[in-house]
Each structure stands twice: as C-alpha cells, then as structure tokens.
C-alpha cells in the first residue's frame, strides 16, 4: 500500500469542519504525512464590507479578518500539535473558496484533501456553485468528505465497484486510509430495459432467467476482483444488489454500518458527474457516514 505525504483539509471553524480537521490529523499522525489547514474569507463577506464601507476601511477590516481567522487557525494547529504527532502548517486567504483551496492544493502538493460536509458550503458551492464546471475541471485530488467525528480510525469500508480498472484504484486508496478495516466490495446490477421489456410483452420467467444469468456473471467477476486485490480473505466481502447503484449503496451502508463509503471516479466525467447531478452526487449528500472519492487523476 502506498502512503500519503501530504494531506490538506479547509475549515471554516464550524462543527462538521472541525471533525474533518480531526480526522485530517489521526490520518496524517498514522501515515507521517505533513498536515496542512487553510481557511478561506469568503468572497460574499468581502463584497458587502466594501459596500458598506469605505476602501479604506474595508481593507482595514478585510486584514483584520485575516488576522482574526489566523490566530483561530494557529490555535487549532496547536490543539493539534498537543494532542496528534503532526505539526499542521496553517494559512489563511481571502476571496473564492473554490479557487484558494484548489489553489493552495496544487501549489502545496497535496495528495488528499479533507473537507467537512456542510458548515459554510464548501461542499455546496462545490456541487452546486455557479463557478463550479470550469473549477472542478481542475481538481485531481482524493476528496475525503467527513460527517461525523473522528474518535478512532475507520473499521467498515464499503467501495461501490464496477470492474474497471477505477475499482482497482478505489480499493487500493480505500486500504491506504483505512489500513485496518474491513472491506465490503458493493456491485449493482440490473436488467438493461427491463421496464420496457416489460411493457413490451417480454415473459417474466424469460427476465428471471436473465436476472440470474447477471448476478451470475457479477458473482464471478466480484470473485475475481477480490482475488487480484491483495486483500486477506477474512478482511474483504462481497455483496450484490439488483437495482439502482445509488440506492443500493447507501442501504447497504447502513445495513453494514459503515463508516466510510469509498468510491472510484476516474477524470473530467466524474467532476462533470458531481456537477450535474450523479450516484457519486447522491452518496455525497445523503450518505450516512464519511464518503472518500479516489481515483480523480486527470484523464
């Protein structure tokens, strides 16, 4: 398994923020990797001080604000440094959230970046923000999106597959970031236009015997994923469902109680997916636990 060097996780001081700072750091202490915390002044808060105030004013207060969200940041760098075996190094910037973090990722070399699922809508703006398309397209990086508190390192994994070689990459990362857990591999399968097979007359017991026919190739092709795997036998399992692959994925999330769901996206596709409305969009937001996208290289 390879290791993560460089871990950056954004915060805006709000609960869900704090908890994916959290989990930033356990992760960053357990692989050696250096821990970075930025926080970003939003563009909207700076737009209303300067049409409140005068220039010169506003740009009193837009340093103050900066000077403000530093010392909070520095202050949970050493909350940090007190409690985890990582010293996170720590910045601060103004304008378009989107922008300074993708920014500040790339510049930093970051292998993972780390968000909280809610709090200023950082994730909102990155699913739904007018900016979104053009800003996506230029973020390559494992996102680990964090929703509950992080008192101990992942135990259940479950990580959607598809066969392709992004299901190879998902389990891989998933093992990097949790070395220990179990695996439980998820596949989705249905009958291509069965509704209007259907409709059109088609005999039940002839769709039956197709369903099964599926579920047999899928059974074998899950089999023959976890043996290339390298994952130990009595660490991994294997679970199929018939239907829609969002809605089955997160049941058997909560069937399994999983901590975290892992899922492989591989490049512009997946970003334009998050954008337009997709299972990965779907998991994100209604997931009941972490949600950890891998396998965002460029294409």
Known sequence: MNSIKKILSATDFSDTATHAVERAAMLAA?????????????????????????????????????????????????????????????????????????????????????????????IRDMLLGSTTDRVLRKTTLPLLVVKRPAYSDYARVLIPVDFSERSQAAIAFARTVAPNAELILVHAFEVPYEGKLRQAGFEEKRLDEIRKASRQEALKRLEDLVEHSGVPADRIRCVLVYGQPASGILEQARTHDCDLIAMGKQGLRMLEELVLGSVTRQVLEQAPCDVLVTDRKKS
Do not use: C, W
Not at 57 to 63: G, R, T
Not at 85 to 109: F, K, W
């Open 30 to 122: 357990r692989e050696g990797a250096t821990l970075s915390l930025t926080h970003v002044i939003s563009r909207g808060t700076l737009n209303a001080l300067h049409d409140l105030l005068s220039p010169d004013a506003s740009d009193e207060m837009e340093d103050a604000l900066v000077t403000e969200s530093l010392n909070r940041l520095h202050a949970v760098a050493a909350d940090i440094a007190k409690r985890h075996a990582v010293t996170p190094e720590v910045s601060v910037s103004a304008g378009s959230a989107l922008r300074q973090i993708n920014a500040y990722a790339t510049s930093s070399g970051a292998e993972l970046l780390v968000l909280g699922a809610h709090g200023s809508g950082f």
